[in-house]
């Protein structure tokens, strides 16, 4: 089937490559020329593991093409996917000027039968919005509106889209269903719910709320170990084991961060007061995340024992996570800047986020950026780990002991084997344990 997927950002350009790996021929839409010239000679603007090679199979098939000419995207497709940005507004509330933009361009251009999808992250009733939209535009359109949320989480988008838990559909016509169902027909039936488009809008919120909640309760029973004895580790893998909670998403650490769940947590609360609901829960869980990025700076500050004014800290880690460049409301990044603020010297590495780190951070003159882990470490007085890079659990702690003067590791992520670390010769700090 040929799809138009208007927007090249991160589940714009991940989602119209997998549906081109999929089979169907997918065209791909984005105003910004430089962006589309660079995806034509197969340069990807985002970093995501093996998307490039994945692009690279599926234009050798020819199943894929980049235009900024929508009105020729839109010829002969019949379901166009609009996957651009929902910036935060002031309030808030989700922006949702590019979504009907889009929408208004939709209706401009087509002029057969249309299954107008929205995969951006927009708030309930946005479908009926659109529907508006383009039935006053263009009243002799046949087209029908679809939900289709994503749930690709960065680092991992491409196994996330080909082996999805599930796949929701909110679709409410049933020419439009039949679309969809081949679309998406090599999954099974069993991953795929059909829903109300307004539940679907729902579902992607109430999704990143519950797992952002899930990790502000982790962080807090990590807490709640520290003081009391307890460990956290053992805690988690004590409640994962119940499959009504699940294993996943129970790592503590400097809080959640990311272009997702900061946003969407405010998003769901702006809907909920518009339509007069207190989501009191939800308010909690952004305090608590705030407050943690300010406590786990404290946990650095103290590891000084109070004198903390020039130390030096090798800061491993910036992005909000690992497996991607991505620093947007990065934990990592906050605690860089407390600490900058406080005058303390960080000599920061990440595998893949310092040239983002370098911009966000651009007014701090005593931040040193490392493209090695270990040169971060030589002449820090403490190292810190604040990003889960899977190759930080594999530092050489005997290496770095020996080339550094630092004598403790507060490691944010709980990912240094604490005994590895008191064998090396090191103080360690982790999260939740004794
Ligand atoms: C999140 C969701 O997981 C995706 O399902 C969703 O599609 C996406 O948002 C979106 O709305 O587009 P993402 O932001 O890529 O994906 O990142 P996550 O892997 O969910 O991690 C979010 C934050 O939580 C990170 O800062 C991470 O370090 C933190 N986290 C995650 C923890 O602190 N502990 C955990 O156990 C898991």
């Known amino acids: 089937m040929k799809i138009t997927v208007i927007g090249t950002g991160y589940v714009g350009l991940v989602s119209g490559i997998c549906f081109a790996k999929l ?78 933009g889009a929408a208004q361009e939709i209706a401009q251009y087509s002029q057969s039968f249309k299954v107008i999808v929205t995969k951006s992250t927009v708030p309930a009733n946005t479908g009926a919005k659109i529907r508006e939209i383009v039935a006053k535009i263009n009243p002799q359109l046949d087209f029908a509106i679809v939900s289709n949320p994503e749930f690709l989480r960065e680092g991992s988008a491409i196994e996330d889209f080909m082996n999805p838990d599930r796949v929701i559909i909110g679709v409410e016509d049933e020419k439009a269903k039949k679309i969809m169902a081949e679309i998406y027909q090599d999954f099974a039936d069993n991953k795929i719910l059909y829903t109300d488009i307004i539940t679907a809008e729902l579902i992607k919120y109430a999704s990143n709320s519950f797992l952002a909640t899930k990790i502000s309760f982790i962080n807090e029973m990590a807490d709640l170990c520290e003081k009391t004895g307890g460990d956290i580790k053992l805690l988690s893998s004590g409640l994962g084991l119940d499959s009504r909670i699940g294993n996943k998403f129970l790592n503590p650490g400097p809080g959640f961060g990311g272009s997702c769940f900061p946003k969407d947590i405010l998003a769901i609360l702006n809907i909920a007061s518009e339509n007069g609901v207190k989501l009191s829960l939800i308010d909690a869980v952004i305090k608590s995340n705030k407050l943690r990025q300010e406590k786990m700076t404290a946990r650095i500050l103290n590891a000084f024992d109070g004198v903390y004014k020039n130390k030096k ?98 490691d944010l992520r709980n990912i240094i084997d604490a005994t590895a670390a008191r064998m090396a010769g090191f103080e360690y700090i982790g999260i939740g344990q004794k």
């Open 313 to 410: 800290i090798a800061l491993l880690g910036l992005a909000f996570k690992g497996n991607t460049d991505d620093i947007r409301y990065s934990p990592a990044i906050k605690i860089a800047s407390n600490l900058a603020k406080k005058s303390l010297q960080i000599f920061a590495h990440d595998p893949e986020a310092i040239a983002n780190a370098k911009k966000e951070l651009a007014q701090f003159n005593n931040i040193r950026y490392f493209d090695n882990a270990y040169e971060a470490t030589e002449d820090a007085d403490l190292i810190v780990i604040a990003t889960e890079w899977k190759n930080f659990s594999e530092l050489d702690l005997i290496k770095i002991k020996t080339i550094s003067k630092a004598k403790k590791i507060v």
């Open 23 to 100: 089979g169907h021929q997918v065209v791909c839409v984005d105003k910004d020329y430089s962006k589309i010239n660079g995806l034509k000679q197969e340069i990807i603007p985002i970093f995501e593991p093996n998307l490039k090679e994945l692009l690279l199979s599926v234009k050798s098939d020819k199943k894929i093409s980049f235009t900024t000419d929508l009105n020729q995207a839109l010829q002969g497709s019949q379901a166009v996917f609009i996957a651009v940005g929902t910036p935060q507004g002031e309030d808030g509330s989700a922006d949702l000027s590019y979504v009907l």
